[in-house]
């Protein structure tokens, strides 16, 4: 090997090491763990007392999914994040529902192991998880919003959703005969199709449920996930949030603030799909138990990138990277990210889930109203008349005896 070989090796080397990206933050947004069914069907012999802690709930293995997942979150920002507990360093975001706060917590288990434990009193590092109200969880796409169910009323309209529909109608058919449900379509197979993937899982699938049964089912449940954000509206209010929130922490970065390094949010499939659907690198599938989507930013000389992965298998360890559309690489210059998606963030909550559909200004409605409103002044002129009658008639009547205040109600 001759010297000038080795010269141009270490002048790329160093090229490589004063180009290397520095991780600035991570950004992670992960499914909860291995639960038990949400639902069942009639004929289903798995009642709900049959799995451990009832329907919905995160199982032993989903606990330890979560935990495994922890550690990887460890190794992968162990360059940003201390192994105690920094408040400023961590935030963690998590839906207002069991499966999803103990998958926070095996998770953090697995972040954070206790270090240099000397008594066995408390072995682990609590880590605080917040959350909201359900039906107020706009940021991880769980809240109330009559618009959104609008839109999806919307899409099972369509040709394409009525073709799969119509493909699907004779496996409908004997599905309704195996569970007993009548009306089964494209819009609630989806439930049927989980719980048999929960019980295949546990050995404890109906001997109607063959392989090609659940071929079919996995099918029709990817298709379900399709459909779900096809629509640029839905991806928006579904998916937006989310990376509207990332961003605003790589913005406030930007501007030479102090940011949180590592934001966890733990939520659910239909989140996870929806954040992918918004950022346009969706695929029909349904995201596995203890996936993750991360959204990195990093920092070269000065410029700010961002990295987009997704941990799409269970226990993988391999996040794919993505290259978003209208990125030049996987490294997005985050001006560029911003550039292509802060035109599509959602406005205000309110704004976003409002129903669309305006009270028709039809005689219908008009007459109804007319109706409510005569009947109220109506109402209220009885009882103030009434009250008037009342207040001269005891100023009047001297013999009239005081009334205790708690039964001083005139009867009208
Ligand atoms: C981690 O936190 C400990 C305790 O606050 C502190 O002493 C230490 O300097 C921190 N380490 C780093 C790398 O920030
Ligand atoms: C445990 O504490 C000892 C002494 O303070 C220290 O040297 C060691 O690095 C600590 N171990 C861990 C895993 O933090
Ligand atoms: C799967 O669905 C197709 C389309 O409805 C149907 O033809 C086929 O028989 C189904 N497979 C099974 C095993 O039921
Ligand atoms: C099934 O759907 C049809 C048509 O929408 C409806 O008329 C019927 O009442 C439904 N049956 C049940 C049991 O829901
Ligand atoms: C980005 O951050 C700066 C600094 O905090 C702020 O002034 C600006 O409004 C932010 N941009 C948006 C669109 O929020
Ligand atoms: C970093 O940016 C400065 C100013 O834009 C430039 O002069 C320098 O060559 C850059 N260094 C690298 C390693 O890209
Ligand atoms: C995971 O992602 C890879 C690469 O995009 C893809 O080939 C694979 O099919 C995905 N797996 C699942 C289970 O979605």
Same mark, same amino acid.
Request: glycine share 4%; net charge negative.
């Given at each position: 090997?001759?010297?000038?070989?080795?010269?141009?090796?270490?002048?790329?080397?160093?090229?490589?090491?004063?180009?290397?990206?520095?991780?600035?933050?991570?950004?992670?947004?992960?499914?909860?763990?291995?639960?038990?069914?949400?639902?069942?069907?009639?004929?289903?012999?798995?009642?709900?007392?049959?799995?451990?802690?009832?329907?919905?709930?995160? +199982?032993?293995?989903?606990? *330890?999914?979560?935990? %495994?997942?922890?550690? $990887?979150? @460890? /190794?992968?920002?162990?360059?940003?994040? &201390?192994? +105690?507990?920094?408040?400023? *360093?961590?935030?963690? %975001?998590?839906?207002? $529902?069991? @499966? /999803?706060?103990?998958?926070?917590?095996? &998770?953090?288990?697995?972040?954070?192991?206790?270090?240099?434990?000397?008594?066995?009193?408390?072995?682990?590092?609590?880590?605080?998880?917040?959350?909201?109200?359900?039906?107020?969880?706009?940021?991880?796409?769980?809240?109330?919003?009559?618009?959104?169910?609008?839109?999806?009323?919307?899409?099972?309209?369509?040709?394409?959703?009525?073709?799969?529909?119509?493909?699907?109608?004779?496996?409908?058919?004997?599905?309704?005969?195996?569970?007993?449900?009548?009306?089964?379509?494209?819009?609630?197979?989806?439930?049927?199709?989980?719980?048999?993937?929960?019980?295949?899982?546990?050995?404890?699938?109906?001997?109607?449920?063959?392989?090609?049964?659940?071929?079919?089912?996995?099918?029709?449940?990817?298709?379900?996930?399709?459909?779900?954000?096809?629509?640029?509206?839905?991806?928006?209010?579904?998916?937006?949030?989310?990376?509207?929130?990332?961003?605003?922490?790589?913005?406030?970065?930007?501007?030479?603030?102090?940011?949180?390094?590592?934001?966890?949010?733990?939520?659910?499939?239909?989140?996870?799909?929806?954040?992918?659907?918004?950022?346009?690198?969706?695929?029909?599938?349904?995201?596995?138990?203890?996936?993750?989507?991360?959204?990195?930013?990093?920092?070269?000389?000065?410029?700010?990138?961002?990295?987009?992965?997704?941990?799409?298998?269970?226990?993988?360890?391999?996040?794919?990277?993505?290259?978003?559309?209208?990125?030049?690489?996987?490294?997005?210059?985050?001006?560029?990210?911003?550039?292509?998606?802060?035109?599509?963030?959602?406005?205000?909550?309110?704004?976003?889930?409002?129903?669309?559909?305006?009270?028709?200004?039809?005689?219908?409605?008009?007459?109804?109203?007319?109706?409510?409103?005569?009947?109220?002044?109506?109402?209220?002129?009885?009882?103030?008349?009434?009250?008037?009658?009342?207040?001269?008639?005891?100023?009047?009547?001297?013999?009239?005896?005081?009334?205790?205040?708690?039964?001083?109600?005139?009867?009208?």
């Amino acid at each position: 090997m001759n010297v000038y070989l080795v010269s141009i090796f270490i002048l790329l080397l160093s090229t490589i090491h004063a180009q290397q990206m520095e991780l600035i933050a991570g950004h992670v947004l992960f499914r909860h763990g291995d639960r038990t069914p949400i639902s069942t069907y009639p004929t289903d012999p798995m009642k709900e007392k049959d799995w451990p802690n009832g329907y919905g709930q995160l +199982t032993s293995t989903g606990i *330890e999914q979560h935990h %495994r997942l922890g550690q $990887y979150i @460890r /190794t992968r920002y162990e360059s940003i994040l &201390n192994a +105690t507990f920094d408040p400023r *360093e961590i935030v963690v %975001r998590s839906t207002d $529902y069991d @499966r /999803t706060l103990m998958s926070a917590q095996s &998770n953090l288990i697995g972040l954070y192991p206790a270090m240099n434990v000397t008594s066995d009193k408390v072995p682990v590092q609590p880590i605080p998880i917040h959350t909201v109200p359900m039906s107020e969880d706009f940021l991880l796409g769980v809240n109330t919003c009559p618009r959104y169910d609008e839109i999806e009323q919307g899409v099972y309209q369509t040709d394409e959703f009525k073709r799969m529909n119509a493909y699907y109608k004779p496996f409908f058919e004997k599905l309704q005969v195996w569970t007993d449900i009548s009306n089964i379509t494209m819009y609630n197979a989806w439930d049927i199709a989980d719980t048999i993937f929960v019980e295949h899982l546990y050995h404890k699938e109906p001997a109607w449920a063959t392989e090609e049964v659940r071929n079919n089912l996995t099918a029709i449940n990817q298709l379900s996930f399709h459909f779900l954000y096809l629509d640029d509206d839905t991806k928006r209010i579904r998916g937006g949030p989310f990376v509207q929130d990332v961003w605003s922490n790589m913005n406030q970065s930007k501007h030479g603030f102090a940011i949180p390094k590592l934001k966890m949010y733990s939520a659910h499939d239909t989140t996870v799909s929806a954040a992918l659907a918004f950022l346009r690198i969706n695929y029909p599938h349904q995201p596995q138990y203890a996936s993750a989507l991360f959204i990195d930013l990093y920092k070269q000389n000065q410029t700010y990138y961002v990295k987009v992965e997704y941990l799409n298998v269970t226990d993988s360890n391999k996040p794919q990277p993505y290259l978003l559309e209208g990125c030049p690489k996987v490294e997005c210059p985050l001006d560029i990210f911003t550039a292509i998606y802060q035109p599509r963030f959602p406005g205000k909550v309110e704004v976003e889930c409002g129903s669309k559909n305006k009270p028709p200004s039809d005689d219908g409605n008009n007459k109804i109203m007319i109706i409510s409103l005569s009947v109220a002044v109506v109402t209220l002129t009885v009882i103030v008349i009434a009250l008037f009658i009342y207040v001269y008639r005891r100023s009047h009547n001297s013999y009239m005896p005081l009334e205790s205040a708690d039964i001083a109600e005139p009867t009208v």
